[in-house]
């Protein structure tokens, strides 16, 4: 089992994350896997309107997308709440099983190529939120 270890002193803060994939079975996996994570507070999407909607009544610490949500760009989402990221800080790691996507937007933070592991994909979350992963293969 995966688990969270507090840095020295510090209290690991809870952390929010929106998960956007249209595929069900991935989105499925990653909130799973993520979900090791006692302090991570996991939103799931499948469409940019669903995103959306989460996105106006949350803020998010991190940001996992795939490129392609059904025939959309996920980049859209970027384009829109850019600003609002930026005050956030929020990180963003977009995935995709086309390599092409590599050369992303520089508020990108990280690129994902699929099929993702999911020990990367725990790791990657837990450098990001400040969080030593204990347990990974990675």
Known sequence: VLSPI???NN???????????????????????????DTCHIH????????RTLL???D???????MRIGRDRATDILEEYKQRFAALGTKIVMCSAFGQYRNLPEDVDHFLEKPISVDKLVTLVGELAGIKVSGSKE
Not at 44 to 51: I, K, M, Q, R
């Open 6 to 8: 507090e840095d020295t």
């Open 11 to 37: 209290k690991v803060d809870d952390i929010s994350l929106l998960i956007l994939e249209d595929d069900d079975g991935l989105r499925r996996i990653y909130t799973l896997a993520l979900s090791k994570f």
């Open 44 to 51: 799931e999407a499948s469409t940019l309107e669903e995103a």
């Open 56 to 58: 106006d009544k949350h």
């Open 60 to 66: 998010y610490d991190i940001l996992i997308s795939d």
